[in-house]
């Protein structure tokens, strides 16, 4: 499809199909621009009072046709393959609308960051039509920066340029190194922060730039900017406002990112709205970290698990997409088990997503008969939660003495993982690693890993797993419990868990709480012992040593303490027997109590 880029919000549709019909004109080879091109490029201009620039190929096809404001417009693709170091063969015409035929700043920056062929800016007054031009000049085979301007010309002599001439001479000069700059190693994004209504605290800010950071680089990207805007509350069209969207599209010219990434949730409007403005890919935090769950999963449930997430996500999402996401290709936001699916019909994706949860279904029951089996074998089963990146893994490994996968990124562990761990002899505890948790979880991955997510709820205990060194601990304590409550988990016994104590510089005193709590390094080992302490006495008590006095008619008493302890030692005497018993409180019973003599 022929598409106009940019703000055509406020033309008529007559226009915009003038504009759309720019793409019908073809320049003779050779030539910078036609004089036919020239004509309705400026009368287009006067009509609309804004920007318009084509961006044309070496044979003289009108490739992009894009609207700006009254002072800028710039290049809607930015992943344009060219060589390494060299040219991307397009060469952009733009108008200037106030008549001004010199090249701004901004112009010259484009030409240098896109690697442009040329650019050419056209200012018509009542003495005619003039122009400037530019493009880079290498320098010992590179392109540098350095380039050439002519100024002020009249289009008889714009029109004399010999462009391809020019450009086989530059070429001839370049030094390649044979790949596109397309296929680099890592794509390359801008991240978008908003804050709604002033709650946000400046240090929350910047932990959920952080936060957003690490997801990107988890995700294998490189973030080259991040934009912050306070708001009262969000765009409907656009989600942010006008200025700072311009102010993205310059940083986009700067900086050529593969795409924009918002931390805030954007309906499918306003994710298309800024797309097709921005000419750009544009995804949210949940695209983000579905991506990243996209190339996490291993198992079969875990990239079911992903790909029905994808896909609930997708499906309002579908108006318009199929162009779009042929248009902005792969990368990140379209990896997966999934991504072959995601152009189809709603009514595909509809019968897909009812046999995901079939599937999982059979999973969810498969693992329900899994945990019957451990209960018939009356082992305890304890879940690790906590934040992505809390130490989860790296428990695990502590306490079992394995090596499972431990890396210092968000969310390295999707499949359930468990390990039978002995505390001490003949005492033995199932412990299961769960997927990491995270602020504003999205609901579609909570839905979606309901099935893994059982595994908390089927245990008798859960091992909370906070990074006590992190800033914001407290925070990402409270996230997690939200999660908890959305999975109806919070009546679970809790033992809270600070891991990497030895990243501070001392140990804090923590505030009175109702759930046991201890402080571990699963680095170190510091505070191993004590936690499995705490797991053993919530499972099976303290064993206490005590004195009984068990007359000689209640033979039956001496038997039950033979049977619920360690019987030490027994001395009869002429009214009965003096027992002396280590017993496990769990073992105590009632009926015990009255033949107690010494504790």
Same mark, same amino acid.
């Given at each position: 499809m022929n598409q106009v880029w940019g703000d055509v919000s406020s033309l008529r549709n007559t226009v915009i199909n003038e504009l759309e019909e720019l793409y019908t004109y073809k320049v003779p080879i050779g030539l910078i621009i036609s004089h036919e091109l020239?004509?309705?490029?400026?009368?287009?201009?006067?009509?609309?009072?804004?920007e318009i620039a084509v961006y044309i190929d070496r044979k003289g096809n009108v490739k992009y046709v894009a609207v700006g404001s009254n002072q800028q417009v710039t290049i809607p693709e930015m992943w344009i393959k060219r060589k390494e170091g060299g040219l991307n063969g397009l060469r952009c015409i733009h108008t200037h609308p106030n008549g001004?035929?010199?090249?701004s700043s901004a112009d010259l920056s484009a030409l240098n960051n896109l690697k442009l062929?040329?650019?050419?800016?056209?200012?018509?007054?009542?003495?005619?039509?003039?122009?400037?031009?530019?493009?880079?000049?290498?320098?010992?085979?590179?392109?540098?920066g350095n380039f050439t301007l002519l100024s002020e010309l009249d289009i008889a002599t714009l029109l004399k340029i010999p462009f391809l001439e020019l450009i086989k001479n530059i070429e001839k000069e370049l030094i390649y190194t044979g790949y596109?700059?397309?296929?680099?190693d890592q794509e390359e994004v801008i991240l978008v922060l908003v804050e709604i209504q002033d709650k946000v605290e400046t240090n929350e800010m910047e932990e959920a730039i952080n936060e957003l950071t690490s997801l990107a680089e988890t995700a294998g990207l490189k973030v080259s900017g991040v934009v912050t805007q306070r708001r009262i509350k969000p765009d409907n069209s656009f989600f942010i406002g006008k200025g700072k969207i311009e102010e993205i599209r310059l940083l986009i010219q700067q900086k050529k990112p593969d795409c924009i990434i918002f931390n805030n949730s954007l309906s499918p409007a306003q994710q298309n709205n800024l797309s097709e403005f921005l000419g750009i890919k544009v995804l949210d935090r949940t695209d983000l970290i579905l991506d990243i769950f996209a190339q996490r999963a291993r198992s079969r449930e875990g990239k079911l698990q992903v790909e029905l997430a994808q896909l609930n996500y997708l499906l309002p999402r579908l108006i318009?997409?199929?162009?779009i996401l042929s248009r902005l290709g792969g990368g990140v936001g379209t990896r997966g088990p999934g991504e072959t699916k995601l152009e189809t019909d709603r009514r595909h994706i509809r019968k897909r997503i009812n046999y995901l949860k079939e599937q999982l279904a059979e999973v969810k029951k498969n693992r329900a008969i899994q945990t019957k089996n451990r209960n018939k074998n009356a082992v305890p089963q304890i879940a690790l939660v906590g934040y992505t990146n809390a130490g989860k893994s790296s428990l695990l490994n502590t306490l079992a003495d394995e090596n499972i996968l431990a890396e210092d990124k968000l969310f390295a562990t999707l499949d359930p993982t468990t390990r039978s761990i002995t505390l001490e002899e003949g005492i033995r505890v199932l412990v299961t690693d769960t997927v990491g948790f995270i602020k504003?979880?999205?609901?579609?991955?909570?839905e979606a890993f309901k099935a893994t997510l059982e595994e908390a709820k089927a245990s008798d205990l859960l091992l909370h797993i906070i990074d006590i060194s992190n800033p914001?601990?407290?925070?990402?304590?409270?996230? *997690?419990?939200?999660?908890?409550?959305? %999975?109806?988990? #919070?009546?679970?016994?809790?033992?809270? *868990?600070?891991?990497?104590?030895?990243? %501070?510089?001392? #140990?804090?005193?923590?505030?009175p709480e109702r759930q046991e709590n201890c402080f571990i390094s699963t680095k170190t080992g510091e505070g191993i012992e004590q936690l499995k302490n705490l797991i053993k006495d919530h499972f099976f008590g303290q064993n206490k040593v005590l004195k009984f006095f068990i007359p000689f008619d209640k033979g039956n008493i001496l038997d039950k303490l033979y049977n619920s302890g360690k019987v030490l030692e027994v001395v009869n005497d002429y009214q009965g027997y003096n027992v002396i018993v280590e017993i496990n409180e769990k073992n105590f019973v009632e009926e015990f109590k009255k033949y107690i003599i010494m504790e």
């Open positions: 020239i004509e309705i490029l400026n009368y287009l201009t006067i009509k609309i009072g804004k001004n035929s010199n090249l062929d040329m650019i050419v800016a056209l200012g018509g007054d009542e003495k005619g039509i003039r122009c400037s031009l530019a493009y880079l000049q290498p320098t010992k085979g590179e392109l540098t596109a700059v397309g296929q680099k318009g997409q199929g162009t504003d979880l999205p609901h579609q991955l909570i914001n601990w407290e925070n990402q304590k409270n996230s *997690v419990n939200k999660v908890l409550e959305q %999975l109806e988990v #919070t009546d679970k016994p809790i033992i809270l *868990v600070y891991n990497k104590v030895d990243l %501070l510089q001392e #140990t804090p005193i923590m505030p």
